[in-house]
Every structure is written in structure tokens, then in C-alpha cells.
């Protein structure tokens, strides 16, 4: 989940993770958990990306 991951890779990871929780019956509450976790990591990665995008687009917007 590096920040070097595209906004799209990252997306696909978590619709994955999402999958898994909607339709798995985990055995242990520590591998939900995990899923857990590591979606909401990814979800933040995603706004820090969103974030980005956004700033630029601000920037690019204002020297024009």
C-alpha cells in the first residue's frame, strides 16, 4: 500500500478487500481484522492522493 501505487491500483486493492468482506466468512476475527486495516490504509492513501490532485489542480488553476 506505498503511496507509489496509482490511484487506480490502490482502488482495485481495496474493491478486493471489500469482496472479501462482503462475501467471506472468516474463520478468525484476526483475518477480518486484518482486512479491516489494511482497507482503511488504503482508503487513506486514497485521499492523500485525491488530495494531491486537488492541490495541483488548485495551483494550475490560479497561475492561469
Request: charged fraction near 40%; avoid cysteine; proline fraction near 0%.
Amino acid at each position: 500500500m506505498a503511496e507509489t501505487k496509482s490511484y487506480r491500483a490502490l482502488q482495485d486493492e481495496l474493491s478486493t478487500i471489500l469482496e472479501r468482506v462482503e462475501h467471506a466468512s472468516y474463520e478468525e476475527l484476526d483475518e477480518l481484522l486484518k482486512d479491516y486495516n489494511a482497507g482503511i490504509k488504503l482508503i487513506e492513501s486514497l485521499e492523500r492522493k485525491l488530495e494531491t490532485a486537488k492541490n495541483t489542480i488548485s495551483k494550475a488553476t490560479k497561475k492561469g
